[in-house]
């Protein structure tokens, strides 16, 4: 089936240090990937996306590449700020059947210090 | 233009009530989702609407879990004989088209005692 690990929390950074949070995923063809944020008290947040193989998504400097050959698709940031503490998922959407079903990985919380 | 809402945003019920929460999707949204987020955890599916067509309910942890969206609109999700272990966040999100971006509400976190 389906499915997306994402590597445990919490990641306690100092401001300015450099950013990966791991996600791998297990699914047939190939899927949309995607990083969704949740600031504290804030409802999720679409980060960045990829549809296809070897795409990047970015935005708010952070960016994470669609690996087909390693099944991941990991979160870098080069510089966190204290404003990026919050609760990352990584998340698929089918190739195939359910496309719309969004499948989500456990959750990283990201806590920056400054 | 607005997001989508949800209300309440807390419930606190006791074993055994009938609860119901509303979604207000971001208009002209024609797809409508309901995720169940337990603490701790990725949000997981509970069902999928296409305008009033409820077109996937196979998340739907058990027949006391009801949806509905009968003007293609607004969406209410009802659980009868609440039980401890319904205790969650539930996420409702829209989209313009059912592969288009969901965006997601805020949640209803419900307590149940």
């Known amino acids: 089936g389906n499915s997306v690990t994402q590597m445990e929390g919490p990641v306690t950074l100092s401001e300015e240090a450099f950013l990966t949070i791991n996600c791998t995923y297990t699914?047939?063809?190939?899927?949309?990937l995607f990083w969704y944020v949740q600031y504290p008290g804030e409802g999720l947040q679409l980060l960045l996306k990829a549809t296809k193989a070897d795409d990047k998504g970015s935005n708010k400097g952070f960016e994470a590449t669609y690996r087909k050959e390693t099944t991941s698709f990991h979160l870098e940031k080069g510089s966190v700020q204290v404003s990026d503490s919050a609760v990352y998922f990584c998340a698929l959407t089918p190739s195939m059947d359910s496309s719309y079903k969004l499948i989500f990985g456990s959750g990283t919380r990201l806590l920056v210090r400054p | 233009g607005a997001g989508v809402s949800q209300s309440p945003r807390y419930k606190v019920a006791k074993r055994g009530q009938d609860v119901a929460l509303r979604c207000d999707p971001i208009s002209g949204h024609v797809s409508l989702f309901w995720y169940q987020q337990a603490l701790g955890q990725g949000p997981e599916f509970l069902t999928y609407?296409?305008?009033?067509?409820?077109?996937?309910k196979s998340g739907l942890p058990s027949d006391r879990f009801f949806a509905e969206r009968p003007e293609g609109s607004v969406s209410t999700l009802k659980i009868q004989r609440t039980q401890q272990e319904d205790s969650a966040v539930y996420l409702c999100a829209s989209s313009l088209a059912h592969r288009e971006t969901q965006y997601f509400g805020p949640g209803t976190r419900l307590l149940v005692l």
């Open positions: 609407f296409q305008n009033e067509a409820q077109l996937d």
């Open positions: 699914a047939t063809g190939y899927p949309s």
